[in-house]
């Protein structure tokens, strides 16, 4: 069946380092891709999402590439901040799945100042 | 719009007791997730509605385990008898039409102990 697999963390960094978090999935078919964001004590929110091979997602300084090459949906910032430290998931939705999001295990982030 | 609300924000209770989760989704939502997380198995997908139809329930764990959309704007997760490994943070989440480009909106989630 569909999956998702991320790096495992918990990755530590100093504020405006740059990050990269790994995800990889497999699916059938051409499937929408996501990173959520779940800051602490709260519910996941949508930080970017990608639609179509080679779409990039972006926002708050994220961004990830669809690449149905390698399948893979890479988050990356080039300079963290303490206010990013959360925990990060890489999710998909296949076409035909009526909705269901599959996610990865999630990435925990602490940005240290 | 208020967004996902879930009660209550926390809940402990003793193994056995019957456990109740509340879920009012977004006005307009026409889908209905409930997952659980827990630090070993991530965010797991229990069950989600259509339209108030449970349309996939394969990932609730046990028959301990019910859930009930009696309306468009509310839904309960129930476990009867609750059990210490049931202790996670229960999520509700909705979202519009299903299409595979929409997003989940999630509540703030129910942190459930059980002693």
């Known amino acids: 069946g569909d999956s998702v697999t991320q790096m495992e963390g918990p990755v530590t960094l100093s504020e405006e380092a740059f990050l990269t978090i790994n995800c990889t999935y497999t699916?059938?078919?051409?499937?929408?891709l996501f990173w959520y964001v779940q800051y602490p004590g709260e519910g996941l929110q949508l930080l970017l999402k990608?639609?179509?091979?080679?779409d990039k997602g972006s926002n708050k300084g994220f961004e990830a590439t669809y690449r149905k090459e390698t399948t893979s949906f890479h988050l990356e910032k080039g300079s963290v901040q303490v206010s990013d430290s959360a925990v990060y998931f890489c999710?998909?939705?296949?076409?035909?799945?009526?909705?269901?999001?599959?996610f990865g295990k999630g990435t925990k982030l602490s940005v240290k100042p | 719009d208020a967004g996902v609300i879930q009660s209550p924000r926390h809940e402990v209770t003793e193994m056995g007791q019957e456990v109740t989760l509340r879920c009012k989704p977004i006005?307009?939502?026409?889908?209905l997730f409930w997952y659980r997380q827990t630090m070993m198995r991530g965010l797991e997908l229990l069950i989600y509605?259509?339209?108030?139809?449970?349309?996939?329930d394969s990932g609730m764990p046990e028959d301990r385990f019910s859930a009930k959309m009696p309306n468009a704007s509310f839904s309960t997760l129930k476990i009867q008898p609750s059990e210490p490994r049931d202790s996670a943070v229960y999520f509700c989440?909705?979202?519009?039409?299903?299409?595979?480009?929409?997003?989940?909106?999630f509540g703030s989630g129910t942190q459930l102990s059980v002693l």
């Open positions: 989440a909705s979202s519009k039409q299903g299409f595979a480009n929409e997003k989940l909106f």
């Open positions: 699916a059938t078919g051409y499937p929408s």
């Open positions: 990608a639609t179509k091979a080679d």
């Open positions: 999710a998909l939705r296949s076409r035909g799945s009526q909705g269901n999001l599959i």
């Open positions: 006005s307009g939502h026409d889908y």
């Open positions: 509605f259509n339209n108030n139809v449970p349309i996939d």
